[in-house]
T-cell receptor, first 113, second 114 residues
Framework: EDQVTQSPEALRLQEGESSSLNCSYTVSGLRGLFWYRQDPGKGPEFLFTLYSAGEEKEKERLKATLTKKESFLHITAPKPEDSATYLCAVRAAGGTSYGKLTFGQGTILTVHP | NAGVTQTPKFRVLKTGQSMTLLCAQDMNHEYMYWYRQDPGMGLRLIHYSVGEGTTAKGEVPDGYNVSRLKKQNFLLGLESAAPSQTSVYFC?????????????FGQGTRLTVV
């Protein structure tokens, strides 16, 4: 069964204090690992897709990396507006899980000024 | 520029009542998903569809039914609502699976069962 585990559950940072969020996964053939941002009362907003181990993608202060077992979301010099819940998801490649998109429980990030 | 639209946005039901949540997408996507989100639980997949006329069970399908009669619509039904179904429900859609196809989400439906 596909599983996604995110850590930590919550993270509090001071503005400018860099850190990383972790996403560990098991899936029957990976057809994409996705990072989303979710603000309170809203639907998840897409950030990145990673497919191959070693792949990296960047967007402003965020950088996502992928290995065969986990992904990291690195946040460099965060600002208060980066405060949100960050969600990781994996899409299975085939078999009975074809097309299925499984999410982790999320990491709540709070950045204090 | 609608994307994924969920109807209604809020609803209060009494235990035992039934209702249907509607999800409509205008992006000609093949795949559609229904999730529920509860505090500390992340997004849990209820049912999904990989094309018109198809449906499949997710992690938490009990108490829910779905239909995908038209490609652009995915309906989630609660036949006999229970307090445990109080949650925020999200619909999502994505194009035919390629390496880099993300899912787009609706704004959510907040359902309270009393």
């Amino acid at each position: 069964e596909d599983q996604v585990t995110q850590s930590p559950e919550a993270l509090r940072l001071q503005e400018g204090e860099s850190s990383s969020l972790n996403c560990s996964y098991t899936v029957s053939g990976l057809r994409g690992l996705f990072w989303y941002r979710q603000d309170p009362g809203k639907g998840p907003e897409f950030l990145f897709t990673l497919y191959s181990a070693g792949e990296e993608k960047e967007k402003e202060r965020l950088k996502a990396t992928l290995t065969k077992k986990e992904s990291f979301l690195h946040i460099t010099a965060p600002k208060p507006e980066d405060s949100a819940t960050y969600l990781c998801a994996v899409r299975a490649a085939g078999g009975t899980s074809y097309g299925k998109l499984t999410f982790g429980q999320g990491t709540i990030l709070t950045v204090h000024p | 520029n609608a994307g994924v639209t969920q109807t209604p946005k809020f609803r209060v039901l009494k235990t035992g009542q039934s209702m249907t949540l509607l999800c409509a997408q205008d992006m000609n996507h093949e795949y559609m998903y229904w999730y529920r989100q509860d505090p500390g639980m992340g997004l849990r997949l209820i049912h999904y569809s990989v094309g018109e006329g198809t449906t499949a069970k997710g992690e938490v399908p009990d108490g829910y039914n779905v239909s995908r009669l038209k490609k652009q619509n995915f309906l989630l039904g609660l036949e006999s609502a229970a307090p445990s179904q109080t949650s925020v429900y999200f619909c999502a859609s994505s194009a035919i699976v390629t390496e880099n196809t993300e899912a787009f989400f609706g704004q959510g439906t907040r359902l309270t069962v009393v």
